[in-house]
């Protein structure tokens, strides 16, 4: 029965067994002690003592993307500036996606590929020296939509400065 059950699932997920599988399975056991897997990050080290170099070990994933960390010194590693750039966009997507006279369905993601292709890279990579420009690009946009123009007639300011808006976060943040 146990055999039986075997067939089955090997029939259904699995393919059939090769050769070449052997040698392959002796090879990952006797690098068991080259590989160290960090389970709680999913961080694969091949490089320990003792590695054998020019091996190829092929790991898959059930993540469909790859997450990149902002580097020291990026608009993304820095809290109130990430922060700042997503209030911004935020702003950007209520205003555009109530667009009366909008023609399409809004794409609440065409505004960050638009940034990417302007600056050249993801806007939490991109580095501090370009925060000014990306506000003032972000700032720009926000100002033409209809609510904007709406707002600006009626007195009343789309976004808030930097400035103010880290202060007012301080704020929220100290109650």
């Given amino acids: 029965m146990l055999e039986e059950m075997k067939v089955v699932q090997a029939t259904r997920f699995g393919r059939p067994e090769q050769a070449s599988d052997a040698i392959f399975a002796k090879l990952l056991l006797n690098a068991k002690r080259m590989v160290e897997i ?8 091949v490089d320990s003592p003792g590695a054998i170099v020019g091996r190829t070990i092929n790991l898959s994933t059930s993540h469909k993307s790859v997450h990149v960390h902002p580097a020291a010194g990026t608009i993304g590693a820095d809290q109130n500036a990430s922060r700042y750039i997503q209030h911004l966009i935020s702003r950007y997507n209520e205003f555009a996606s109530k667009e009366p006279t909008r023609a399409s369905k809004f794409s609440y993601g065409a505004l960050s590929k ?3 292709h302007k600056f050249g890279a993801q806007w939490k990579l991109l580095p501090m020296a370009a925060f000014a420009d990306l506000c003032t690009y972000l700032q720009a946009r926000i100002d033409k939509t209809r609510f904007a123009k709406l707002n600006k007639s009626n007195g009343h300011s789309s976004y808030s400065s930097f400035t103010k808006y880290t202060q007012e976060m301080q704020s929220r943040t100290e109650r």
């Fill in 38 to 45: 960090t389970n709680n990050s999913g961080n694969v080290v």
């Fill in 114 to 116: 638009n940034i990417e």
